[in-house]
């Protein structure tokens, strides 16, 4: 008599067990929407079941080709995304309009939207979160302290120094703003030990020339998606987006970085943070 609890919690067990593998979910068409997103869904080696990703997805390009295009993530159409008949969607709360938004949640096609990958913070929770989804913990959990592990080998290169003052201009279609509080550009440059002389507003603003003569930062960075910036000539690359007057500025450092690696914010975070502090800290060696 006593054998049958245990015989019963036995059966139980693997019951749960059988009903936890019947409520996995369908990945044999999985739609990621958003380049973070993109990018931890084949960093975690399940790129495999993507059948199409949107406009932002461009990493890692070899793996991506042949993908659907499914439009841009803050102006997605829901029919064509619903179209391809997907068993999944993965996204984030950028996804815009929402309208369209709202359409694919009340699809019934199952779809999770992570925090928008913005800082540290939100990029690890969101990683977190999508390898419980593919149920691939293990793998998020290794890329989790790898990024980890990147971000403080770049706090040991800027321990105790004095942080430059930066300021982080985004130029992308010919329209040149600077970066805020709450924005991508903000979060990347605090982390790779910058103090960002914009931070008394949120988000992206458009600043005058003359403000930006009375900044007086050690460090420009301009985040571009505009190879044809790049480049170490500080003056060059402040002409083509219309301020060659700052390039006379005392003792000026002026970087343009691409846009689509530094504020990506996915599994390349922790490398990022590591080269960005290299530019910042010149004189300090790994």
């Given at each position: 008599m006593n054998r049958l609890p245990n015989l019963?919690?036995?059966?139980?067990?693997?019951?749960?067990?059988?009903?936890?593998?019947?409520?996995?979910?369908?990945?044999?068409?999985?739609?990621?929407?958003?380049g973070p997103v993109t990018e931890t869904v084949f960093a975690l080696g399940m790129g495999k079941h993507v059948i199409a990703k949107d406009q932002s997805s461009i990493y890692p390009p070899d793996l991506l080709v042949g993908l659907e295009d499914v439009g841009y993530i803050r102006s997605i159409n829901a029919e064509g995304v619903l179209s391809i008949n997907p068993s999944l969607i993965l996204t984030t709360k950028s996804l815009g309009p929402k309208v369209a938004a709202k359409q694919l949640l009340n699809s019934g096609v199952p779809i999770h939207q992570t925090e928008k990958m913005i800082d540290l913070e939100s990029t690890i929770e969101s990683i977190r979160v999508i390898g419980e989804i593919l149920d691939q913990r293990d793998r998020s959990e290794n890329l989790i302290e790898e990024i980890q592990m990147n971000i403080d080998?770049?706090?040991?290169?800027?321990?105790?120094?004095?942080?430059?003052?930066?300021?982080?201009?985004?130029?992308?279609?010919?329209?040149?703003?600077?970066?805020?509080?709450?924005?991508?550009?903000?979060?990347?440059?605090?982390?790779?030990?910058?103090?960002?002389?914009?931070?008394?507003?949120?988000?992206?603003?458009?600043?005058?020339?003359?403000?930006?003569?009375?900044?007086?930062?050690?460090?420009?960075?301009?985040?571009?998606?505009?190879?044809?910036?790049?480049?170490?000539?500080?003056?060059?690359?402040?002409?083509?987006?219309?301020?060659?007057?700052?390039?006379?500025?005392?003792?000026?450092?002026?970087?343009?970085?691409?846009?689509?690696?530094?504020?990506?914010?996915?599994?390349?975070?922790?490398?990022?943070?590591?080269?960005?502090?290299?530019?910042?800290?010149p004189k300090q060696s790994l």
């Open positions: 019963i919690g036995i059966l139980m067990f693997f019951a749960t067990a059988l009903i936890g593998r019947d409520l996995k979910y369908d990945l044999s068409r999985l739609v990621t929407i958003g080998q770049a706090k040991s290169l800027y321990a105790n120094k004095k942080k430059p003052s930066v300021l982080f201009l985004m130029n992308h279609g010919g329209n040149t703003q600077a970066a805020g509080k709450g924005t991508k550009g903000h979060g990347i440059l605090t982390l790779s030990g910058g103090e960002n002389m914009f931070s008394d507003f949120r988000g992206y603003k458009p600043v005058s020339k003359e403000a930006l003569l009375t900044t007086y930062p050690d460090v420009i960075l301009v985040a571009t998606m505009n190879p044809h910036l790049a480049g170490n000539n500080s003056k060059e690359i402040l002409e083509k987006i219309n301020l060659g007057i700052l390039a006379d500025l005392p003792d000026l450092r002026v970087y343009a970085i691409e846009m689509s690696y530094y504020m990506s914010f996915g599994p390349r975070t922790g490398q990022a943070v590591l080269d960005l502090t290299q530019k910042l800290f």
